[in-house]
């Protein structure tokens, strides 16, 4: 499989986990937790979490991109 084609299903597989992700978030109404309110954010603010608020997601977005990454490489290897 060439960078193309990893590429390719990598973006596939991205789209489809966040789509998945966002509509069982809905199914089970908690879409709301990915809203940070106003009051929670000025909390956040003045704590001063903000870098680790950010790097918490980094971390979260990361990992997710390392399972799909290795979904990819498992394909390639199996059609190999």
Do not use: C, H
């Amino acid at each position: 499989m060439n960078t193309w084609e990893k590429a390719l299903w990598f973006a596939v597989f991205s789209t489809a986990f966040v789509l998945l992700f966002l509509s069982a978030l809905r199914a089970t109404g908690r879409l709301s937790i990915l809203k940070v309110s106003a009051r929670q954010w000025e909390w956040i603010r003045r704590n001063k979490l903000v870098p680790y608020y950010i790097l918490f997601a980094l971390v979260l977005l990361l990992t997710a991109a390392l399972a799909i990454y290795q979904i990819v490489e498992t394909i390639d290897r199996l059609r190999q």
